[in-house]
């Protein structure tokens, strides 16, 4: 029997490391036990709770020396674990979950804990909820971009660069016509990416009720570009309950003017980056072996097209 300070690594974490990064990710899986108790002894922390873990965590709620809760946050490193460290100090809790804490070698992240059972899903209204995640984004980008983070410019380069080998793979013509089309609408807005310091995935299930303040972001993804880059997983957040409307065009269409609003952007510009998302999104897709473009990626550029 196991005690009840043992680590059991969910099975959905382990497959998803099997699936994605084979014979490294199933090593790393087997030494996560070790490294929690090894963070546990460095920072004098208590287990708090049940484990938690998504498809690339696993998340340990703790107890801090002076009675603090905390939570350790566990992660393969890579390049994704480097930006976000780099995101979360500059950062420094504005707008975000606070990073108390950190082992660079391990990727190991000891974050301010926040109310995972509740997040901006809940709130019913959803021009409220936005209105939250708006405010939060316009926070976020107001922090100066720090030094070592990938640019939008060198992304969204590559991605034009790879359309016209990736566009054969959709059967569809006009899943073909739409790729080159907003390829070459990517295209024009090369010359100027942006300097902003970016989420890169904010939508309502990364923003967590909190005791420091009413909401708090979690997972960014940080990188440096226009804020533009920034309102897809916001436009989409949510897609089965925005379908269930009967007008999916007329809530995202109302999720970018609030958004847009909120962050004094050009919609024009703001469009044409979101356009990048939904390209980015696409090759995605096609590497993954799908052959159409996803109906919510079309619903969304319909919806800005309406402008």
Same mark, same amino acid.
């Given at each position: 029997?196991?005690?009840?300070?043992?680590?059991?690594?969910?099975?959905?974490? #382990?497959?998803?490391?099997? %699936?994605?990064? /084979? *014979?490294?990710?199933? &090593?790393? =899986?087997?030494?996560? $036990?070790?490294? @929690?108790?090894?963070?546990?002894?460095r920072w004098e922390l208590k287990r708090?709770?049940?484990?938690?873990?998504?498809?690339?965590?696993?998340?340990?709620?703790?107890?801090?020396?002076?009675?603090?809760?905390?939570?350790?946050?566990?992660?393969?490193?890579?390049?994704?674990?480097?930006?976000?460290?780099?995101?979360?100090?500059?950062?420094?809790?504005?707008?975000?979950?606070?990073?108390?804490?950190?082992?660079?070698?391990?990727?190991?992240?000891l974050l301010e804990r926040l109310d995972?059972?509740?997040?901006?899903?809940?709130?019913?209204?959803?021009?409220?909820?936005?209105?939250?995640?708006?405010?939060?984004?316009?926070?976020?980008?107001?922090?100066? #971009?720090?030094?070592?983070? %990938?640019?939008? /410019? *060198?992304?969204?380069? &590559?991605? =034009?660069?790879?359309? $016209?080998?990736? @566009?054969?793979?959709?059967?569809?013509?006009?899943?073909?016509?739409?790729?080159?089309?907003?390829?070459?609408?990517?295209?024009?807005?090369?010359?100027?990416?942006?300097?902003?310091?970016?989420?890169?995935?904010?939508?309502?299930?990364n923003v967590l009720a909190a005791e420091?303040?009413?909401?708090?972001?979690?997972?960014?993804?940080?990188?440096?570009?226009?804020?533009?880059?920034?309102?897809?997983?916001?436009?989409?957040?949510?897609?089965?309950?925005?379908?269930?409307?009967?007008?999916?065009?007329?809530?995202?269409?109302?999720?970018?003017?609030?958004?847009?609003?909120?962050?004094?952007?050009?919609?024009?510009?703001?469009?044409?980056?979101?356009? #990048?998302?939904?390209?980015?999104?696409?090759?995605?897709?096609?590497?993954?072996?799908?052959?159409?473009?996803?109906?919510?990626?079309?619903?969304?550029?319909?919806?800005?097209?309406?402008?």
């Amino acid at each position: 029997m196991s005690s009840p300070d043992s680590i059991h690594v969910p099975d959905a974490l #382990a497959e998803s490391y099997s %699936r994605s990064n /084979g *014979e490294e990710g199933r &090593a790393w =899986v087997a030494g996560l $036990p070790a490294l @929690v108790k090894q963070c546990l002894d460095r920072w004098e922390l208590k287990r708090d709770g049940g484990i938690h873990s998504g498809e690339a965590s696993l998340v340990v709620p703790v107890l801090r020396t002076d009675g603090t809760r905390a939570a350790l946050k566990l992660q393969m490193p890579r390049e994704e674990t480097t930006a976000a460290l780099i995101g979360l100090r500059a950062w420094n809790g504005d707008g975000m979950v606070r990073l108390l804490d950190h082992d660079a070698a391990s990727s190991t992240m000891l974050l301010e804990r926040l109310d995972g059972s509740r997040t901006l899903e809940s709130v019913e209204d959803d021009d409220a909820a936005m209105r939250i995640l708006a405010g939060l984004l316009a926070r976020l980008h107001s922090v100066p #971009a720090p030094a070592g983070l %990938r640019g939008l /410019g *060198e992304i969204a380069g &590559a991605m =034009v660069e790879e359309v $016209p080998s990736a @566009v054969d793979s959709l059967t569809d013509p006009e899943d073909r016509s739409r790729l080159r089309g907003w390829a070459s609408a990517v295209a024009e807005l090369l010359g100027e990416p942006g300097d902003r310091l970016l989420h890169w995935d904010l939508h309502y299930e990364n923003v967590l009720a909190a005791e420091r303040e009413p909401w708090l972001t979690i997972d960014p993804e940080p990188l440096v570009g226009d804020p533009g880059f920034d309102l897809w997983p916001a436009l989409d957040t949510g897609w089965e309950r925005v379908e269930a409307t009967g007008d999916a065009l007329r809530v995202v269409r109302r999720r970018f003017d609030l958004m847009t609003e909120a962050l004094e952007l050009d919609q024009g510009r703001a469009a044409g980056w979101t356009l #990048a998302r939904l390209l980015q999104n696409t090759l995605w897709d096609i590497e993954d072996g799908r052959t159409e473009i996803a109906r919510s990626q079309i619903a969304v550029a319909e919806a800005l097209a309406k402008h």
